[in-house]
């Protein structure tokens, strides 16, 4: 039987151009790839929750046909990995996540640095598009200046989703103790010129989850993040931690 594996996207790009590159040299892999539930419509909905996305991730799932599977998940993505991972782990075979946008844990709120999203978010839309992603990196990572001509269509929906999907992490919790219920193996990377939030992360999550592995990507950054950077590295990496996790099942 192929492995089912469920990839996230992020906030910003959508599922098919963030990980297209990637699921092309994935092997012996079925693949479900999901934007998050957030752009379903035109509009976010009213109520966005994290719950929204769960149950989203859930009919997903349900669609394709897989009861267990392996779940990857950047930013946005992989924090409703995460939050499935606490409240319904039993069907994840494995769990990898890339600097995911938060943890949920009171901790990691305490240093996450939301004032400066509030005031990024405040922005009119270009300058807050780009204030954002500003947070996400170190400070000495030179971004790229903005690309001429019309931005693509989905862009339109970024800026609302955003500032919802922002409410919807900050309005969640989860207990480490969720995490430390978990038992299947996790896998979380992060670049080493990204922001230091996720370096205190990785530190904070190695001690809630039993089975927890990391790695640290020189030159790489939330922007530009190994599965993009170097899907012919990354692929097979991913294949071994997914082979281990079905053997340790």
Same mark, same amino acid.
Do not use: C
């Given at each position: 039987m192929r492995c089912p594996v469920i990839f996230l996207p992020g906030i910003i790009a959508p599922a098919a151009i963030r990980y297209g590159p990637l699921v092309e040299r994935l092997t012996d892999v079925e693949v479900l790839v999901r934007d998050l539930a957030v752009y379903d419509d035109d509009e976010p909905p009213?109520? %966005? !929750?994290?719950?929204? #996305? %769960?149950?989203? +991730?859930? $009919?997903?799932?349900?669609?394709? =046909?897989?009861? $267990? /599977? @392996? +779940? /990857?998940? @950047? !930013?946005?993505g992989g924090a409703v990995g +995460?939050?499935?991972a606490a409240a319904r782990g039993d069907r994840l075979q494995s769990l990898s996540v890339d600097e995911p946008a938060t943890d949920f844990t009171a901790e990691g709120d305490a240093s996450y640095g939301w004032p400066e999203f509030d005031a990024a978010l405040q922005l009119p839309p270009?300058? !807050?598009?780009?204030a954002f992603m500003r947070l996400q990196v170190a400070a000495d990572v030179t971004l790229p200046p903005p690309t001429g001509g019309d931005p693509p269509p989905w862009m339109a929906k970024r800026p609302a989703g955003i500032r919802a999907f922002a409410g919807a992490l900050r309005r969640h919790r989860v207990e480490p103790a969720e995490y430390e219920r978990f038992a299947s193996p996790v896998y979380f990377t992060r670049?080493?010129?990204?922001h230091p939030r996720w #370096?205190? *992360? #990785?530190? $904070?999550l190695a001690r809630f989850f039993p089975d927890f592995?990391?790695?640290?990507?020189e030159g790489l950054h939330h922007l530009n993040p190994a @599965?993009?950077?170097? &899907?012919? =590295?990354?692929? &097979?990496? %991913? *294949?071994?931690?997914?082979? $281990?996790? #079905?053997?340790? !099942?």
């Open positions: 009213g109520n %966005l !929750s994290i719950k929204t #996305e %769960l149950d989203a +991730l859930d $009919r997903a799932a349900d669609g394709g =046909g897989f009861t $267990r /599977f @392996h +779940l /990857f998940g @950047h !930013s946005g +995460l939050a499935y270009a300058e !807050s598009m780009a670049g080493a010129r990204t #370096e205190t *992360m #990785e530190a $904070r592995t990391s790695e640290v990507f @599965h993009q950077a170097d &899907p012919d =590295g990354f692929a &097979p990496t %991913l *294949m071994a931690f997914w082979e $281990r996790a #079905e053997a340790d !099942s």
